[in-house]
């Protein structure tokens, strides 16, 4: 059985869209790209390369597979990691995959990643693909969620957790904080919601 391990860079406000730069993801007029950069020192480096330091391959919804393939395959000295990993692209069209090892993922693909998932084999990391990710929280496919909450409120955006997604519980593993106010959290799905009262 594999694991489905989201790896996402997210405001304190919950956006996730185009962090990495103001061209990444402009769609529905974000104009907050590159959020991040600000942040990002020798300590968040220092996670992100023991994170992409285990065996993984990639689930990644069409746009990003096509943002990650115009960048990575000309820096393989930065991104040897995500260019010898299998990436399972996610796409309801047929479409050419020319970085690869690729296979595309279509149909009804929600049974198409629980076939996937079952077999034997690395780590799914899930990078950016909010749309994917809304459809792995929806149906229960997301194992753990390594997040960085970045100390910075968009107002609007794609978000992390979209509406109509399946309530679930995760438990924390580990958390550090960086010295410029990055905090790195990693959960692992934990099971029902758990609800009270005070009263």
Do not use: C
Not at 47 to 56: A, L, R, S, V
Not at 135 to 157: M, Q, S, Y
């Amino acid at each position: 059985m594999r694991k489905i391990v989201v790896l996402t860079f997210v405001t304190l406000d919950g956006i996730m869209q185009a962090p990495g730069g103001p061209e990444e993801d402009t769609s529905d007029g974000f104009n907050h790209g590159g959020w991040t950069v600000p942040y990002f020192d020798e300590s968040l480096g220092k996670t992100m390369d023991e994170q992409m330091g285990k065996p993984f391959d990639l689930l990644l919804g069409r746009k990003t597979y096509d943002i990650f393939a115009s960048y990575w395959p000309h820096h393989d000295d930065d991104g040897a990691a995500l260019n010898n990993a299998t990436k399972y692209v996610v796409s309801h069209e047929q479409r050419d995959l020319s970085w690869g090892p690729s296979q595309l993922v279509t149909g009804d693909v929600v049974a198409e990643i629980k076939k996937i998932k079952r077999e034997d084999g690395k780590m799914l990391q899930v990078h950016g693909s909010s749309v994917l990710i809304q459809t792995l929280l929806k149906n229960d496919l997301i194992d753990e969620l390594w997040l960085k909450i970045f100390p910075v409120a968009l107002g609007d955006g794609k978000r992390l957790f979209e509406d109509n997604i399946l309530p679930a519980a995760f438990m924390l593993e580990a958390v550090q904080t960086t010295p410029k106010g990055v905090i790195v959290a990693s959960y692992k799905r934990a099971g029902e919601v758990l609800t009270g009262s005070f009263a």
